[in-house]
């Protein structure tokens, strides 16, 4: 039996199911209408493509250095919240992007992932463990870790 050591607490984990599931009601139902409607491709693109793409930038990356990905500062945070928030913004592509964000929220959740949910399945795939800004988490993680001492050892 393998022993985990889980990065984030039942708070952190809990954030990460609600709001991945909230995304992911978001994205079929034109953000909470009642009619449930979703493209044909926003499912290939936000659970295929997106992934994909990620995975393709860190194998060329991964060519160069096998360093660590630390983009935490205050360049990461806004290069991150920029690129969700193109991606949010055209129709084409908020589906598929609330579908990237919202599965990926979930494997962060059921893998105690604490990173930024853009690398979890990337770092799930590649078992690294890469870092970008996490706009909407990293407070929550920080504060749960603080007053809780979040990260428990899971087998």
């Given at each position: 039996m393998t022993t985990q050591k889980r990065g984030i607490g039942l708070v952190g984990t809990l954030a990460r199911i609600v709001v991945g599931i909230a995304f992911i009601y978001l994205a079929l139902t034109e953000f909470g209408s009642p009619k449930w409607d979703?493209?044909?491709y926003a499912v290939p693109l936000g659970l295929i493509v997106f992934p994909a793409a990620l995975l393709l930038?860190?194998?060329?990356?991964?060519?160069?250095?096998?360093?660590?990905?630390?983009?935490?500062?205050?360049?990461g945070f806004c290069l991150n919240f920029a690129v969700g928030a193109v991606l949010i913004s055209f129709d084409y592509t908020r589906d598929a992007a609330l579908l990237f964000y919202g599965a990926s929220m979930l494997?962060?959740?059921?893998?105690?992932?604490?990173?930024?949910?853009?690398?979890?399945?990337?770092?799930?795939?590649?078992r690294r463990d890469d870092q970008v800004g996490c706009v909407l988490f990293s407070p929550l993680d920080e504060i749960e870790s603080k007053t809780t001492g979040s990260a428990v050892t899971q087998t």
């Open positions: 979703l493209d044909w930038f860190q194998a060329v990356r991964l060519r160069f250095t096998n360093d660590r990905l630390n983009a935490t500062g205050v360049l494997l962060a959740a059921a893998r105690g992932y604490a990173g930024c949910e853009v690398l979890a399945i990337t770092n799930w795939v590649l």
